[in-house]
């Protein structure tokens, strides 16, 4: 198919981990398209913002943490199934790794989709559970790729 005959969303997230071994997710409330579940911190990418800028602002909006933004870990495209009425549409997704350098737990977002953030440990079984988005588990395997072995 033609990049003309669908829509696609570019958004960013963010791979948050602290030195207890704990992620940092939100709680997306769900849509007509997805349950809700856990998820990266992160979101849509706004018309003319860089995706570092748009990954530091959806953590902030959805966590409450101000973040230092660092590489790109991994790139995603997540093809949404088609629904009569609408053009085919598809998510370009990029995770970063980022590190926390202020703020405090606590979503800001008004009217948006995450319920609440939290921190859950990476050997948690909810990691794995069918409430957590996939993209935690490829967020973490990508950040694991990139640190040096020791």
């Known amino acids: 198919m033609h990049f003309t005959e669908y829509d696609t969303r570019v958004a960013a997230y ?3 981990v602290d030195d207890d071994g704990r992620i940092l997710l939100s709680w997306f409330k769900g849509n007509h398209r997805n349950e809700p579940g856990w998820t990266l911190p992160g979101g849509g ?3 003319g913002e860089q995706m570092p800028s748009a990954v530091a602002r959806e953590v902030k909006e ?3 943490y101000d973040v230092e933004v660092g590489a790109p ?3 995603d495209v997540h093809v949404v ?3 009569p009425g609408r053009r085919p549409y598809q998510s370009t997704r990029v995770v ?3 590190r926390i350098v202020g703020g405090e737990l606590g979503t800001l977002e008004v009217d948006g989709t995450t319920a609440f953030a939290g921190w ?3 050997d948690d079984p909810v990691i794995g559970a ?3 988005s996939p993209i935690v588990r490829m967020g973490l395997e990508a950040l694991k790729l990139a640190q040096p072995t020791q």
Request: hydrophobic share 45%.
């Open 14 to 16: 963010a791979v948050v």
């Open 45 to 47: 990418v706004d018309y």
């Open 62 to 64: 959805e966590t409450g």
């Open 73 to 75: 870990l991994t790139t």
């Open 81 to 83: 199934p088609f629904e």
């Open 96 to 98: 970063f790794a980022a």
């Open 120 to 122: 859950v440990g990476v």
């Open 130 to 132: 069918d409430t957590t």
